[in-house]
């Protein structure tokens, strides 16, 4: 008789935790004050830190056979520019720049508040397409595929 071994409980690393952590902040704040946020002189310090967060969020697994630069266009400073990222995602791994340097497969456009709502786990990708937030240009079926790739904040208390 084979012995079996009891499944372990997965611990969330500590990036993980800050991440659902902030996305239960966001969740719980009234769009306005996120509006603020978002158009303030925390913005940079808050996408700066989506974007490097989204570096550690990528699954490996799901994302080994993938070879994509995905730009993201954030509009609606104060200023009236737009912040622009890059994400290159190659075996398994994922690394985020302000540096523009290759060719995307995919470009998203979104304004701030859209965009925190959608990093959050607050709003979704569809719900934010169909209401005209977000914008594909490019490769749509990896766009798409964004939500399988990483994992998303959970805004509610989870029990682990």
């Known amino acids: 008789m084979a012995a079996t071994t009891p499944k372990r409980r997965r611990r969330r690393r500590p990036r993980q935790r800050i991440a659902d952590s902030f996305a239960r902040y966001v969740s719980r704040s009234s769009p306005e004050r996120r509006a603020r946020a978002m158009s303030g002189w925390r913005r940079p310090i808050i996408v700066r830190q989506i974007f490097k967060g989204m570096q550690h969020e990528l699954d490996p697994e799901k994302g080994a056979n993938v070879d994509a630069v995905?730009?993201?266009?954030?509009?609606?400073?104060?200023?009236?520019?737009?912040?622009?990222?890059?994400?290159?995602?190659?075996?398994?791994?994922?690394?985020?720049?302000?540096?523009?340097?290759?060719?995307?497969?995919?470009?998203?456009?979104?304004?701030?508040?859209?965009?925190?709502?959608?990093?959050?786990?607050?709003a979704s990708g569809p719900e934010l397409f169909m209401s005209g937030k977000l914008k594909i240009e490019g490769d749509v079926m990896l766009a798409t595929k964004l939500v399988t790739l990483f994992r998303i904040p959970q805004p509610a208390a989870s029990s682990s």
């Open 70 to 122: 995905m730009r993201w266009e954030i509009g609606g400073r104060d200023d009236g520019g737009v912040d622009r990222w890059q994400l290159v995602i190659k075996d398994g791994r994922c690394r985020a720049s302000r540096k523009l340097d290759r060719e995307p497969a995919v470009t998203i456009k979104l304004d701030g508040l859209p965009f925190l709502e959608l990093v959050t786990g607050v």
